[in-house]
């Protein structure tokens, strides 16, 4: 990445995820997390990581950069945006290959031919297709997305005669299932999360008990949450499943900082 795209090695990681389906901002919140998205990517000299579809999280991310862009601010420096997503449910991968190799490769979207497959989002500015053979399967790219997330906080760079490791900060907005094990995971391995309340579902879930005390997040209150946010999705969950949220929310919620969709700009909060 260094070496054949050119790219310098950052100075900050910001990991974003959340849900991989279109929901809906509001307004305010939205240009708060834009603005505040991309002024710390660009002043900091970050990398930020996504899964690189144009839907959900990846597509509100993409539409943060292009209007970066647009702005004309980018002759301040390029947002160095890598979306890392799995080559077997892309729609029109085919299109990415060429017979001699090299680079860019020239991708249209097409979201109306895509059916139960996505689209790359053509605001990130570089990409890693991850291929183990499969059609139409998702969530292939998460292992090698962890294992590089984690080579890079490793690495060091030096500071005023120091050498420290390259910090990394996971950013959640919305998402489900495999969000909350996502942060799960981050928190586990001592990765800061910002959670981004107002986005919706696991975000909100989080953000509305993170100033509880550990005691007052009980399994009826994160099922009364759950019932609210997740509406018919949570009358499929089982008890041990509840049970398994409930474990999980109660440990996120007491380590992760929440970012307000009106006072605390993710700026800050990284």
Known sequence: MTQH????????????????????????????????????????????????????????VGEAVRVFSLSGSHNEGEVVTIGIATWGTLHKRESLIHPAGGFPAEYIMDEDGQGHLTCLDSNHSHFILVDDGTHGRYGVEIPLRTKLEKFISEQTKERGGVAIKIPIVCVVLEGGPGTLHTIYNAITNGTPCVIVEGSGRVADVIAQVASLPISEITISLIQQKLGLLFQEMFESFTESRIVEWTKKVRHTGASVTRVGPAARHICGAA
């Open 5 to 60: 795209w050119g790219l310098d090695v950052p100075n900050l990681l910001i990991s974003v995820t959340g849900g991989a389906k279109d929901f809906n901002m509001k307004p305010r919140l939205k240009s708060v997390f834009r603005r505040g998205l991309v002024k710390v990517a660009q002043t900091t000299g970050a990398w930020i990581i996504t899964g690189g579809s144009h839907t959900g999280v990846m597509k509100q």
